[in-house]
């Protein structure tokens, strides 16, 4: 027999059952435990119930299903931002509390433990120069296998930014979230070997992409000798989504450039992924 994932004890604080993903623990029990019920640690009785609280504190499908396995992992509510955020750049807890403001740090503490016992992110204590730990800090990266899910990420982002209209009045808009739309929608089979690059100041934020031929390079600050230095708004999703022309764009005063003019045509070539007749905005 298989050693049990789970154990059972009864002492003066009460009956503890625990598993690998779970304690539930009672009050002190003010009379004797039985211990022909709870002293038998792998009867079969004891064994659904415990499967039964595992379930339901992993919020398992109950499928045997890869797509199954896959959405108990990143399916939880702020998982995909966490590993959105993680793709464009290793982070501290702290900086991934920045990026995502309206995220309880409790909730973020327990799915950062949750990707990483999945092995989907690392977490490292980082040396400074002299090769010393820096203590206190925790810095967050995508392991290879959490990187299998980064086409998956880009997917689902050039998906949903065709489902964007008008911002909610909740709605943030962040540094990852803007580098992910751009890597959404880029295209690289209209390059042509080219090589450009581009400055983008979307509100108090700070974007650059370097285009290498069908490679796209992304980063956040300003771009020494960029080609285009663009300011915009939220016009810059209707640019995305080919809903605003550059030349619209322009004559409204929805972005402004620094450079040739005409690079902003280019950039809606390169950058873009028009509405379906279908979709709606959510």
Same mark, same amino acid.
């Given at each position: 027999?298989?050693? %049990?994932?789970?154990? /059972?004890?009864?002492?003066?604080?009460?009956?503890t059952i625990a598993g690998d993903r779970f304690q539930l623990t009672t %009050? $002190?029990?003010? #009379?004797?435990?039985?211990?022909?019920?709870f002293g038998v640690t792998e009867s079969p009785e004891m064994e659904a119930i415990v499967?039964?609280?595992? !379930?339901?504190? =992993? =919020?398992?499908?109950?499928?045997?299903?890869?797509v199954a396995r896959a959405m108990e992992v990143i399916g939880e509510r702020w998982a995909p931002l966490i590993l959105r955020n993680l793709l464009v750049a290793d982070k501290t807890f702290h900086e991934l509390v920045r990026g995502l403001p309206r995220m309880p740090e409790d909730v973020l503490?327990?799915? &950062?433990? @949750? /990707?990483?016992?999945?092995?989907?992110?690392?977490?490292?204590?980082?040396?400074?120069? !002299?090769?010393?730990?820096? @203590?206190?800090t925790v810095v967050y990266s995508v392991t290879d296998f959490g990187r299998e899910l980064e086409d998956v990420v880009i997917r689902l982002g050039r998906w949903g930014t065709r489902l964007l209209g008008d $911002?909610?009045? @909740?709605?943030? #808009?962040?540094p990852e979230a803007l580098i992910t739309a751009l890597r959404a929608t880029f295209r690289p089979e209209r390059t042509n070997g080219a090589r450009l690059s581009f400055e983008l100041h979307v509100f108090d934020m700070i974007v650059h992409v370097r285009v290498d031929? %069908?490679? /796209?390079?992304?980063?956040?600050?300003?771009?020494?000798?960029?080609?285009l230095v663009l300011e915009a708004g939220f016009s810059l999703t209707e640019l995305l989504i080919g809903e605003l022309s550059p030349a619209d764009a322009l004559a409204g005063g929805g972005i402004r450039l620094a450079g040739d003019p !005409? /690079? &902003?045509? =280019? #950039?809606?070539?390169?950058?873009?992924? $028009?509405? $379906?007749?279908?979709a709606r905005a959510a």
């Open positions: 027999m298989s050693e %049990a994932r789970w154990k /059972l004890v009864v002492d003066q604080d009460g009956v %009050a $002190p029990t003010p #009379f004797a435990v039985d211990e022909a019920v499967s039964e609280l595992d !379930a339901m504190t =992993r =919020r398992t499908y109950g499928q045997y299903c890869g503490s327990a799915r &950062l433990r @949750e /990707l990483e016992r999945t092995g989907v992110i690392r977490g490292r204590v980082p040396k400074a120069s !002299a090769g010393t730990v820096v @203590e206190g $911002p909610r009045p @909740e709605d943030i #808009f962040t031929g %069908a490679t /796209l390079h992304t980063g956040t600050g300003s771009l020494p000798d960029a080609d !005409a /690079l &902003l045509t =280019r #950039f809606a070539e390169l950058f873009n992924m $028009p509405r $379906p007749a279908a």
